[in-house]
T-cell receptor, first 113, second 115 residues
Framework: ETGVTQSPTHLIKTRGQQVTLRCSSQ?????VSWYQQALGQGPQFIFQ???????GRGNFPPRFSGLQFPNYSSELNVNALELDDSALYLC????????????FGSGTRLTVV | DQQVKQNSPSLSVQEGRISILNCDYT??????FLWYKKYPAEGPTFLIS?????DKNEDGRFTVFLNKSAKHLSLHIVPSQPGDSAVYFC??????????????FGKGTLLTVNP
């Protein structure tokens, strides 16, 4: 049974650029959620995808968008990067509403300069 | 507005003693609570949870207590081991109507267990 894999592990981008982060779900999971963890903060919910559709969204602007593919992998896209977007981005896969099976990846550390 | 609060950024205990990590919440709609543990360079891992219909849940060395009237929960680790040293996050969810897609996390408490 494979876990959740995120790529890349680290990334440095310039303000105004666009970035795509990737996540491969754990086998058997059909739901993917993305969280942003700023330094010294807890993870904050960005959005969740179920069956390739957005299933809920947190308080993030539209320049944060996502995709889920038929194989349940997912992408997080952020346009017009701002310095405050610097954070650890965590992907979590699960079966819908099964928090016991909420498996997090190790995250992508994004630095915006 | 921080709906889930962990007011102690850090806690240090001796090996073998009890560790008590605290969490307060403000949203009375929360009815399912979880604790996650996070080591550096790893994602959070699920530790233990409790539904609002209970006031205690135990799993080995880990026990979570819920006081709904005070909107307070705590995680007890007995006995504490050096391998328990990690950041512990409290999280909450509204588990109603099948809309429980979102976890609200606290800022975390860094637990250090000294040998």
């Amino acid at each position: 049974e494979t876990g959740v894999t995120q790529s890349p592990t680290h990334l440095i981008k310039t303000r105004g650029q666009q970035v795509t982060l990737r996540c491969s779900s754990q086998s058997g999971h059909n739901t993917v959620s993305w969280y942003q963890q700023a330094l010294g903060q807890g993870p904050q919910f960005i959005f969740q995808y179920y069956r390739e559709e957005e299933n809920g969204r947190g308080n993030f602007p539209p320049r944060f968008s996502g995709l889920q593919f038929p194989n349940y992998s997912s992408e997080l896209n952020v346009n017009a990067l701002e310095l405050d977007d610097s954070a650890l981005y965590l992907c979590a896969s699960s079966s819908l509403q099964d928090f016991y099976g909420y498996t997090f990846g190790s995250g992508t550390r994004l630095t915006v300069v | 507005d921080q709906q889930v609060k962990q007011n102690s950024p850090s806690l240090s205990v001796q090996e073998g003693r009890i560790s008590i990590l605290n969490c307060d919440y403000t949203n009375s709609m929360f009815d399912y609570f979880l604790w996650y543990k996070k080591y550096p360079a790893e994602g959070p891992t699920f530790l233990i949870s409790i539904s609002s219909i209970k006031d205690k849940n135990e799993d080995g060395r880990f026990t979570v207590f819920l006081n709904k009237s005070a909107k307070h929960l705590s995680l007890h680790i007995v006995p504490s081991q050096p391998g328990d040293s990690a950041v512990y996050f409290c999280a909450a969810s509204k588990n109603s109507g099948g809309s429980n897609y979102k976890l609200t996390f606290g800022k975390g408490t860094l637990l250090t267990v000294n040998p």
